[in-house]
């Protein structure tokens, strides 16, 4: 059975998961209202003026804290969010969280105490970081240097998270439930940079660093140092090892495995993205 919705704001509706999400939705003939900064009405989470024009005539939203549910803070602008959905008649709400992290664990309570019908659902390291984030230049580079050890973590395809959340927006046996979305398998980030490397048949190395140097290399790039150095506090946080399991959300909702991390590395491979520049290699975290 599928629930009667007559539209969806998709927060973070031109990033990683919120792009698939909006193409899921309308693929599926659900209305779609993108929540971004450049739509129409726009939608700034910043700017809290902006979220009531955005929510006029919506009643299910998915909700993608920017820059991080993680981040320090985000719980209380996310349960504002969506207390004021709500009141707006909104009734129905799935929220993008962290796995592990503490911050994120309080806007899964923000949300739940809104009030609506909710759904969390969970993800770790997004698979397209490599590729659509700021880790595709140092791919390029071919050095990726992060403040992360050889713990395991099960890397988590957008596609992935993508199609839990619209199976959570439009149907129904979803209210109350946390969707745990991991990968099939275990990787350190040495093996992911690995399968990369092979993919795009270059030389590609991963390089553990301190998060000192890694908040140095950010702003060096002209990154604001308060969001670097949260970048940082939250990559120490989770990368412990808690998050080192895999689990059978996908499978168990979506009735078909997830998406291997080996299958993303030779898609994007061969789109280019992780093609050299010209000229010798360089080392982004000198």
């Not at 490599?130 to 071919?142: H, K, N, Q, T």
């Not at 990154?223 to 080192?244: H, I, N, S």
Request: charged fraction near 25%; proline fraction near 7%; aromatic fraction near 8%.
């Amino acid at each position: 059975m599928t629930a009667t919705v007559s539209r969806t704001l998709v927060l973070a509706g031109t990033g990683k998961t919120g792009r698939r999400v909006v193409s899921g939705l309308a693929a599926r003939g659900f209305p779609v209202r993108v929540g971004s900064r450049r739509a129409d009405p726009p939608f700034d989470w910043q700017d809290d003026t902006t979220w009531e024009p955005a929510l006029r005539g919506v009643d299910a939203a998915y909700v993608a804290f920017y820059p991080d549910a993680a981040f320090p803070g985000a719980a209380g602008t996310v349960g504002a969010f969506a207390n004021l959905a709500v009141a707006c008649g909104v009734r129905r709400l799935v929220l993008l969280a962290d796995r592990g992290a503490a911050e994120a664990e309080r806007c899964e309570q923000a949300v739940r105490d809104a009030g609506a019908e909710w759904t969390v659902v969970r993800a770790g390291f997004i698979t397209q970081n490599f590729s659509e984030a700021f880790l595709a230049e140092l791919v390029r580079a071919g050095v990726v240097a992060l403040p992360v050890g050889d713990v395991g973590e099960p890397f988590t395809d957008a596609e992935d998270i993508a199609d839990v959340a619209v199976a959570a927006l439009t149907g129904d046996g979803h209210a109350g439930r946390i969707h745990d979305v991991t990968g099939p398998r275990l990787l350190t980030f040495a093996d992911a940079v690995g399968e990369i490397a092979a993919a795009a048949r270059r030389e590609v190395r991963y390089l553990p660093v301190t998060p000192e140097r890694f908040v140095a290399a950010l702003t060096g790039r002209g990154v604001p140092a308060e969001y670097a150095t949260q970048l940082a506090g939250l990559l120490a946080e989770v990368f412990d090892g808690r998050r080192a399991e895999v689990t059978d959300t996908v499978e168990r909702v979506l009735g078909r495995p997830p998406r291997d991390f080996a299958d993303y590395a030779r898609e994007a491979a061969a789109t280019g993205v992780w093609d050299a520049p010209p000229g010798p290699p360089a080392e982004p975290y000198a």
